[in-house]
């Protein structure tokens, strides 16, 4: 029966096509991994719901209509690095021309992040975690092994809900009302990444499984031709006063040096335009005003690349 269900095409599909965005993200993602045709035209946008909320993937396929370029979302809301280092052989497998992941200092955080890391490899497991991380968390990667070998173990509950909504006892509508009202709820409560974050006393450590992650994904698209750009994120000017600036400064730094040592080429945030309180949602996400103007400049970042590969 797993089996059945991991190779019935059309049910992913129908996955791929129908659940929204933010709204069953694992179970979604995997859908689109599975739907995606593999072609070197794709150049997959990678992270979190930043990723999912910043960029606008019909404008990006709009102004490189002359290469044929697509530019699926492959997204997971509150996911950090780590989540795409296990996914890093599932995005080579769409023979990507190149991909973008969507960088923030939570994304890249040492601690408190394995609840919301959504996918798994057990033959990435080795580059991503030292000896001793392993040992640390076994509970995570004895669970993240069960939902690598069965289907059903890792989407039982997106599974039931699908059904709902194609039996028309459920509709994909409430299920997203569902799901921003548990973000709300967690933000409202100090529960969100970036408040999380915030609150830690001790600072982060580089490397660990997370930046260890994009040097994975950097290598696996390098052994297959292919491109990581990884882009830093605009901060609401309020993040930057209520500590986030201090906090940032070793979070740069540490993304810099990554990007040296593992060959990816970053969009550091001293290069993106000038972000304001008019183009956020919220103190995280873009709204549609900042959602235009970093689609755009990503568009500018990208063209030379896409010269390049003429």
């Known amino acids: 029966m797993d089996r059945a269900v991991v190779l019935w095409h059309a049910h992913w599909a129908w996955v791929a096509r129908e659940v929204p965005p933010l709204t069953l993200d694992p179970y979604r993602v995997e859908g689109l991994l599975r739907a995606t045709a593999p ?16 960029f606008d ?161 950097a290598q696996r698209l390098r052994e297959h031709d292919a491109r990581l750009y990884v882009i830093d994120t605009p901060v609401h000017p309020m993040v930057l006063q209520l500590g986030g600036r201090r906090r940032l400064g070793p979070y740069r730094q540490a993304l810099a040096e990554l990007a040296a040592q593992a060959g990816f080429e970053l969009i550091a945030a001293a290069a993106l335009p000038e972000f304001d309180e008019r183009d956020f949602a919220d103190w995280v996400h873009l709204n549609a005003r900042g959602r235009e103007r970093l689609t755009a400049f990503l568009a500018e970042k990208l063209a030379q690349h896409v010269a390049d590969r003429r």
Do not use: C
């Open 57 to 217: 993937s019909a404008e990006l396929e709009r102004r490189f209509s002359a290469d044929g370029l697509r530019f699926p979302k492959i997204t997971l809301g509150g996911s950090p690095a780590l989540t795409f280092g296990m996914l890093a052989d599932a995005v080579v497998a769409l023979e990507p021309r190149a991909a973008v992941f969507v960088a923030s200092a939570p994304a890249l955080r040492s601690r408190d992040y394995l609840d919301h890391v959504y996918a798994y490899d057990v033959f990435a497991v080795p580059h991503l975690f030292t000896f001793d991380e392993l040992l640390a968390e076994p509970r995570f990667q004895l669970d993240g092994l069960v939902g690598q070998l069965h289907v059903f173990a890792r989407h039982r509950s997106a599974l039931r809900q699908a059904l709902l909504v194609s039996l028309g006892r459920d509709t994909w509508e409430r299920r997203t009302r569902a799901a921003e009202h548990m973000r709300l709820r967690h933000m409202l409560e100090g529960k969100d990444a970036l408040q999380s974050w915030l609150r830690q006393r001790s600072p982060d450590v580089y490397p660990n499984p997370n930046t260890r992650s994009l040097t994975w994904l």
């Open 39 to 54: 072609d070197r035209h794709n150049v997959p946008i990678l992270g979190n719901s930043i990723a999912e909320m910043g």
